[in-house]
């Protein structure tokens, strides 16, 4: 039997909505996953008030995290003091620390460190680290072994 025009006309109308699905469900995915994969620009810098510090200074260190040029919430800024490559201290930062306009500040106590160098790196999702370099000068008195220790008596 030769089809009529009516189920022709249903056939192009099944057709039409099948189409126009397919182009809302398409139109609704895309507009689910364009805005998350869409990249935010993350800046960082750190800085210190000095290059040279002796064990009993402190080391005030600052710095920016901006993201998308606004303060730098949801990027987890971490701050690690690394010896060569060995992690001497670190600290994160909350979004509730972050100013305004991305500063953060911590202030560091090297009373405990050896004398050398150490580098100071700060980290952020979303870019690469940055890092400043220091120098420690230990100012904790180590005994000299070719004198008597006063605080043993004498045989």
Known sequence: MPPTLLSTNMGVNVL????ITSLIATFLFLNAILPASAASIVKITVS????????????NVSGTVLKDEK???GTSPM?????DNTI???????????GA???ISKTINPKKYESGYYTIQLSAKGTDLTSVSVEVVSTINKPDPSKPDPSKPDP
């Open 16 to 19: 039409k909505k099948s189409l």
């Open 71 to 73: 303060a730098g919430k």
């Open 88 to 98: 001497v201290e670190s600290y994160q930062w909350k979004d509730s620390e972050i």
């Open 48 to 59: 210190t008030d000095a290059e040279q510090y002796t064990s009993g200074n402190v080391i």
């Open 101 to 103: 306009n991305g500063e």
């Open 79 to 83: 701050l690690q003091v690394k010896k």
